[in-house]
């Protein structure tokens, strides 16, 4: 009897096992969820000027918007396909952890401590960004390192106050940080002169400045104090659709590469580059081997753009920000904005 209790508490443990896999099996993927569904869920900001921005009828755009239309597109070959969900930066994580969303696309910082820590994937940077101060012309400051002492603004839940303990330290200053998680407080705070300074990524500081109420006034210093490479993120443990993100971010970035536009693209179907075919479907199984359709690619460029077409139609030299592309220029261009080829 006791020999059979042994062996009774040995199988244990594999049967659970077994059923642990099978259901882990039996879960229906990303991909066939939102196929379902017939929709794409993506979590964006609340609202940051060129990123994601509803108007007064509710209509979403920017670049992180337009990166969720554009996985619509290669899904669905629709890019109204999307339901954008707009969430705080302090649960974002957890929301996408939760399921809230099936993407998060939120000017969000691809850093150790928001992916591993977080138990997400980033697939990649989409924008490459770097920690900055605005500040009023009044002060006359040419240089961060003439902060000191300064009473900065920050966003709550975020690495920002990190960043600047960090720099402030390193330069032997003080500053007082004062903690908002909206924005709209922060921009209302810095306006009152409840603080002298906002520091944010640059990006976002061209929109914050946007919202002030003499925009003129305000300067966004030279220094830029971290990296911030800025991209989308998935849950772990679903490699098809971290996959298809990934996917979607370097077929924009190879498009540009070619010379694919949304203008012309119909055209270069009837190339005979080898490339640009691979990128069209008309030779390779690239779409197969992601559960999309041969013009996947294709569809993306139709209907979104290519990854220059998009970021400078949202905060670019075309855009309001006015953003020159610096980084985020393309590698053969000076940049370092680089995507594995599609073959």
Same mark, same amino acid.
């Given at each position: ?8 508490? %040995?199988?244990?443990?594999?049967? &659970? ?13 990303? +991909?066939?969820?939102? *196929? ?37 597109? %290669? ?27 099936? +993407?998060?696309?939120?000017?969000? &910082? ?23 101060? =605005?500040?009023? *012309? ?5 240089? %961060? ?9 920050? *966003?709550?839940? &975020? ?47 061209? !929109?914050?400045? +946007? ?9 966004? =210093? %030279? ?40 203008? #012309? ?9 080898? !490339? ?15 559960? +999309? ?12 753009? #290519? ?6 139609? #949202? ?29």
């Amino acid at each position: 009897m006791r020999l059979l209790h042994k062996r009774v508490r %040995a199988f244990i443990p594999l049967l &659970t096992a077994s059923f642990c896999l099978f259901g882990a099996a039996s879960q229906a993927s990303t +991909l066939d969820t939102v *196929k379902q569904r017939g929709a794409l869920i993506c979590g964006v900001s609340s609202g940051i000027a060129g990123f994601s921005i509803a108007d007064d009828k509710g209509k979403w755009s920017g670049f992180d918007v337009d990166f969720c239309r554009a996985v619509a597109s %290669a899904i669905f070959g629709d890019p109204s396909k999307v339901q954008f969900v707009p969430v705080a930066a302090d649960q974002r994580f957890e929301a996408l952890k939760s399921g809230k969303f099936d +993407l998060l696309s939120r000017n969000s &910082t691809w850093a150790f401590s928001n992916e591993v820590e977080q138990g997400l994937v980033f697939a990649g940077a989409t924008y490459y960004d770097g920690q900055g101060f =605005l500040v009023p *012309k009044s002060r006359k400051a040419t240089s %961060a390192l003439e902060l000191d002492g300064a009473k900065v603004c920050l *966003k709550a839940g &975020t690495t920002t106050e990190a960043n600047v303990e960090d720099y402030f330290r390193q330069n032997h200053m003080k500053f007082e940080p004062v903690r908002f998680e909206l924005l709209a407080d922060i921009l209302k705070a810095y306006d009152s002169g409840q603080c002298n300074v906002i520091s944010s990524d640059v990006s976002q500081l061209h !929109a914050n400045r +946007l919202e002030l109420k003499k925009p003129n006034d305000h300067v966004i =210093l %030279a220094d830029v104090i971290s990296k911030e490479p800025l991209g989308p993120a998935v849950r772990q443990g679903d490699d098809q659709w971290l996959n298809i993100v990934k996917w979607v971010s370097f077929a924009m970035l190879n498009a540009e590469e070619l010379g694919i536009n949304s203008a #012309n693209v119909e055209e270069a179907k009837k190339s005979q580059k080898p !490339a640009v075919r691979r990128f069209v479907g008309a030779e390779g199984d690239i779409g197969k081997h992601l559960g +999309l359709s041969p013009d996947w690619a294709v569809n993306i460029v139709k209907n979104v753009g #290519n990854y220059g077409e998009t970021l400078e139609r #949202n905060v670019g030299r075309k855009s309001k920000l006015g953003i020159a592309r610096g980084l985020n220029q393309l590698w053969t261009m000076g940049g370092i904005q680089y995507a594995p080829p599609l073959r």
